[in-house]
């Protein structure tokens, strides 16, 4: 072997051993979820073996170019240890969704070349500050992003036998509101909006099962008037119940689209992940892990609630940071810690046993 041959060998074992060192989340599998995987096996025939992830932060582990905040301190800091584009102190949700399906967390789609051997467990093509429509952020759209994944299903990326053994993870967390948010907007015009949102959803959703992908969960959307980005000015005391009336028109419109759509076909493969009750659960400390301010975030900007990360000129944080992110259920303004991903997955747990 010539020396440029092993210097790239090299090279590459050690950017796989870095995008591996991200997939240990397996590792804390509690032993009673092992169970229920023993137990599924014998009755369903159906057991996963890929993950295909579409959407947004929500589900982001790797996506987005290095401008953007998840790339810089303290991103990352719990896991895997140094800001790597999960858009948390630590993992999200996709890498408790690949824990439960038994598999590794998948390689995003910007680092699929460094990766060949980790194919086998699927693709992430979720991509921060992106919706199913333009959103205030550059990135690609969930359209976009099935786009990429469609001229990938050849015989030598992924087969649809592959698709047949898999699941797909579809986040969709609110950044196409943000955008109305900001333009303002009437009421009818914004209910007639998320009508169009939910409509759109629901085609991608139908075009990802068309592919062949086997089952999919979609997240119906988080308690928005709970993000430390809506309750800021309220001193992170109390959710805007205005806000969240109107994430309950999208999550009442997504659970008939989901109706319909698993009324079309015989196996019902559509499932929604209920992040409103899930967070809901948690933030009101109904759950075994408690958090002392559920809405207060760990790392919040001074000026802004998008500044955590960044720093001024001469260098100085335009954030605060807390002495411990386990201790948080937010992280930033708009997303849980690694933590708060946690006590969520738990609360999602009895939905996830439908996944198969
Ligand atoms: C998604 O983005 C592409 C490329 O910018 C655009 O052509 C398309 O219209 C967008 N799709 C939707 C549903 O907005
Ligand atoms: C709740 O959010 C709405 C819409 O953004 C805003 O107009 C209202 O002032 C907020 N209410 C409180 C109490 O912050
Ligand atoms: C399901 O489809 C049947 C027949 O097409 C229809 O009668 C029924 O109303 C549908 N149910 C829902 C929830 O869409």
């Not at 319909?260 to 009101?284: G, Q, W």
Request: aromatic residues 12%.
């Amino acid at each position: 072997m010539d020396t440029q041959k092993l210097l790239y060998c090299v090279l590459c074992y050690f950017l796989l051993s870095l995008l591996s060192a991200q997939q240990v989340v397996r590792g804390s599998l509690a032993p009673h979820h092992h169970h229920h995987h023993h137990s599924h096996r014998h009755i369903s025939k159906f057991r996963p073996s890929k993950l295909f992830v579409f959407g947004d932060s929500y589900a982001d582990t790797g996506n987005t170019g290095k401008a953007w905040p998840s790339w810089k301190y303290p991103y990352g800091i719990t896991f895997p240890g140094k800001p790597a584009g999960r858009f948390s102190d630590g993992r999200v949700l996709t890498d408790y969704i690949a824990k439960f399906v038994g598999v590794r967390s998948p390689i995003p789609y910007r680092w699929r070349k460094y990766g060949i051997p980790l194919l086998k467990y699927g693709m992430n093509f979720a991509y921060g500050g992106t919706g199913v429509f333009q959103t205030l952020y550059p990135g690609p759209n969930m359209t976009t992003q099935i786009d990429t994944f469609h001229p990938l299903i050849t015989d030598n990326v992924f087969t649809i036998r592959d698709l047949q053994s898999s699941v797909a993870l579809v986040t969709l967390s609110g950044n196409d509101y943000a955008y109305i948010a900001s333009s303002g907007g009437s009421a009818p015009a914004i209910q007639s909006f998320i009508l169009k949102v939910v409509k759109q959803l629901a085609v991608n959703l139908k075009r990802i099962h068309g592919l062949g992908v086997k089952k999919v969960a979609v997240t119906a959307l988080q308690p928005l008037g709970c993000l430390p980005r809506s309750t800021a000015m309220a001193s992170f005391r109390q959710c805007n119940g205005t806000v969240n009336l109107l994430v309950n028109y999208h999550n009442l419109l997504l659970e008939k689209a989901v109706a319909t759509l698993n009324n079309e076909t015989n196996d019902s493969p559509f499932l929604i992940l209920d992040l409103y009750a899930s967070f809901m659960f948690v933030i009101e400390n109904k759950g075994s892990r408690k958090f002392e301010n559920p809405l207060k975030p760990c790392c919040f900007g001074i000026s802004s609630d998008y500044n955590c990360g960044n720093v001024d000129e001469s260098g100085a944080k335009k954030y605060t940071l807390c002495k411990d992110p386990k201790a948080s259920f937010f992280w930033d303004g708009a997303h849980p810690t690694q933590e708060g991903w946690n006590a969520v997955y738990s609360a999602l747990q009895p939905t996830l046993e439908h996944l198969y």
